[in-house]
């Protein structure tokens, strides 16, 4: 399998910004569904937001209105702009990708059913 590789995150203080990018060979051109997963420690990994072939895009409620997700099909990489940062969106944050619909009954595809991810990258809020 192709790896998908993260980078981007940091440590920023309260309202500043951050930019995740996620380089996936093959999987953004193909018009695979790519996400964006997040994970605090002790918690289940999240859904962040997730976006299809189309450039249709849907997220979390939490994170509406301050990140967008994004893609280059041309580079093959998925982007995440994290905007208004607050400190409950510190966390390890995933890329990950698969052929499904990114939709589904409303709501975001689920961690289970992605089966290509990244390492993560660390973003700290303080």
């Known amino acids: 399998d192709v790896q998908l590789v993260e980078s981007g995150g940091g440590s920023v203080q309260a309202g500043r910004s951050l930019r995740l990018s996620c380089v996936a060979p093959?999987?953004?051109?193909?018009?695979?569904?790519m996400g964006w997963f997040s994970q605090a420690p002790g918690n289940e990994r999240e859904g962040v937001a997730v976006?299809?072939?189309?450039?249709?895009?849907s997220y979390a409620d939490s994170v509406k209105g301050r990140f967008t997700i994004s893609k280059d099909n041309d580079k093959d990489t998925l982007h995440l702009q994290m905007d208004s940062l607050k400190p409950e969106d510190s966390a390890m944050y995933y890329c990950?990708?698969?052929?499904?619909?990114?939709?589904?009954?409303?709501?975001?595809?689920?961690?289970?059913?992605?089966?290509?991810w990244g390492q993560g990258t660390q973003v700290t809020v303080s």
């Open positions: 976006i299809d072939g189309e450039g249709n895009a």
């Open positions: 093959g999987y953004i051109r193909a018009g695979y569904c």
């Open positions: 990950a990708a698969e052929e499904i619909p990114c939709m589904v009954g409303g709501g975001m595809a689920k961690k289970d059913d992605f089966g290509f």
